[in-house]
T-cell receptor, first 113, second 110 residues
Framework: GQQVMQIPQYQHVQEGEDFTTYCNSS?????IQWYKQRPGGHPVFLIQ?????EVKKQKRLTFQFGEAKKNSSLHITATQTTDVGTYFC?????????????FGKGTLLTVNP | DTAVSQTPKYLVTQMGNDKSIKCEQN?????MYWYKQDSKKFLKIMFS???????INETVPNRFSPKSPDKAHLNLHINSLELGDSAVYFC?????????FGQGTRLTVV
């Protein structure tokens, strides 16, 4: 079945360094979503990408959806301590509905001040 | 107003007991889920409901029984709790664009 793979599993950076996490699906996705979970918190929606090759920005965060709609990335420029948390990508399995929103294993980002 | 609320936040119980976790959403979404997050932080889907109908049961032991009395509620009942059931359980609801998660229930089985 469809799997959503995410790398790296962990990333430790110095404050001010950049960070990137990558997400790959075994099948074409109708859309991909990104979530952030702070330590002790719950996953919070960041963004959804729908179109092939789409790029969206939220301040220091840049999200990309691959041309084949099978991979995605999240890049953070000049990390801050507030960026600490686990970043998950998620794709709906089985078409466009969100019935089976499958998550990658997440990338835990820690930032050294 | 909390969009997705689940109770209790913490649950400590002995092996063999039966427990329930409640979830309610006030977003008007048709789709609701239960996810299990283990110590490695992997978010594993357990159940998905759409308009009170079970859509997905992701090979969860039948000791876990979800119940959706209406589309705003999705409760989870667990029978005969085992040590391996210890985890954080998240309820979520979604539109076609995004999912909203509850605060989570940290279940500890001793």
């Amino acid at each position: 079945g469809q799997q959503v793979m995410q790398i790296p599993q962990y990333q430790h950076v110095q404050e001010g360094e950049d960070f990137t996490t990558y997400c790959n699906s075994s099948t074409t996705l109708s859309n991909i979503q990104w979530y952030k979970q702070r330590p002790g918190g719950h996953p919070v929606f960041l963004i959804q990408l729908v179109k092939s090759g789409e790029v969206k920005k939220q301040k220091r965060l840049t999200f990309q959806f691959g041309e084949a709609k099978k991979n995605s990335s999240l890049h953070i420029t000049a990390t801050q301590t507030t960026d600490v948390g686990t970043y998950f990508c998620a794709g709906p399995r089985g078409g466009g509905s969100n019935y089976k929103l499958t998550f990658g294993k997440g990338t835990l980002l820690t930032v050294n001040p | 107003d909390t969009a997705v609320s689940q109770t209790p936040k913490y649950l400590v119980t002995q092996m063999g007991n039966d427990k329930s976790i409640k979830c309610e959403q006030n977003l008007g979404h048709d789709t609701m889920y239960w996810y299990k997050q283990d110590s490695k932080k992997f978010l594993k889907i357990m159940f998905s409901y759409n308009n009170k109908e079970l859509i997905i049961n992701e090979t969860v032991p039948n000791r876990f029984s979800p119940k959706s009395p209406d589309k705003a509620h999705l409760n989870l009942h667990i029978n005969s709790l085992e040590l391996g059931d210890s985890a954080v359980y998240f309820c979520a609801s979604s539109s076609v664009t995004e999912a909203f998660f509850g605060q989570g229930t940290r279940l500890t089985v001793v």
